[in-house]
């Protein structure tokens, strides 16, 4: 990792921001290296690092080693039991069932104690919502106003979705906007909310991983798309007893 100067808050100046690993390791292990060349001060995990994919064990093990903050998300807390899988979609209560069978004690005991939400410093840290962070998609406009009428930072990054997208409000007006890779915003002034959209199960066309990087020096927000082996990712979950339409989905980002 790079020594770029901290901001005046005392935060990294240049942050990679990822969510919604999803147990697929060769996703994470391709953003972290593209990570890792841009040269950052820190990694925020926005949660869900499990769930849906093969990997959960060898996920949560480099999220640990690489990962300065680490959230979880609805799919860590349903495999750690803190929510009721009744909630869920089935292939979704399945995926979690099968995580819960099959992760490593240690595993478990991460995604036990990992918090849904971080609303400090200078970027408010969310899985969902500030209103509710283990569940709320803020797709609409209406769900970012009000998010944004919670947050106590200026500037607040969300995953859930599995969307890379932005909304800001500036001089009482409100926009929201895709972001697809090359994106760049300047996010000095307005509040923000920002999701990277997802390492491991992209739902917005690009089945390549996503992340995001937040440059605090430049005041800089620009979304990154990286190339992985899918096939590798959808192997490793046609080997296993969950549902096939996992591996399949992962070749159209939807």
Do not use: K
């Amino acid at each position: 990792m790079s020594s770029h100067p901290p901001d005046s808050n005392g935060a990294p100046a240049r942050i990679a921001i990822v969510s919604d690993v999803h147990g697929n390791l060769p996703a994470f292990e391709a953003v972290l290296e593209d990570v890792e060349a841009a040269g950052v001060d820190a990694v925020w995990c926005l949660g869900d690092l499990v769930g849906y994919g093969a990997s959960p064990d060898g996920c949560v093990a480099l999220a640990l080693e690489r990962c300065d903050v680490l959230l979880g998300g609805n799919h860590d807390l349903a495999v750690a039991g803190r929510v009721d899988l009744a909630d869920f979609s089935p292939a979704a209560a399945a995926a979690a069932r099968w995580t819960r069978e099959h992760a490593a004690p240690d595993t478990l005991a991460t995604l036990e104690r990992l918090p849904p939400a971080r609303d400090e410093g200078p970027i408010g840290l969310y899985h969902g919502s500030p209103g509710d962070p283990v569940w709320e998609y803020v797709l609409s406009s209406r769900q970012a106003a009000e998010a944004l009428d919670l947050m106590s930072p200026r500037i607040g990054a969300i995953g859930h979705t599995h969307v890379a997208l932005s909304f800001v409000r500036a001089d009482g007006r409100l926009s929201g906007d895709p972001a697809p890779a090359g994106t760049e915003h300047d996010i000095a002034a307005g509040e923000w909310l920002l999701n990277p959209g997802s390492v491991g199960q992209p739902r917005d066309g690009d089945p390549r991983a996503a992340w995001l990087l937040v440059d605090l020096a430049a005041w800089t927000a620009s979304w990154r798309r990286v190339e992985y082996p899918i096939d590798a990712a959808a192997r490793a979950i046609a080997a296993t007893d969950l549902p096939r339409h996992l591996a399949d989905r992962l070749f159209i980002g939807q």
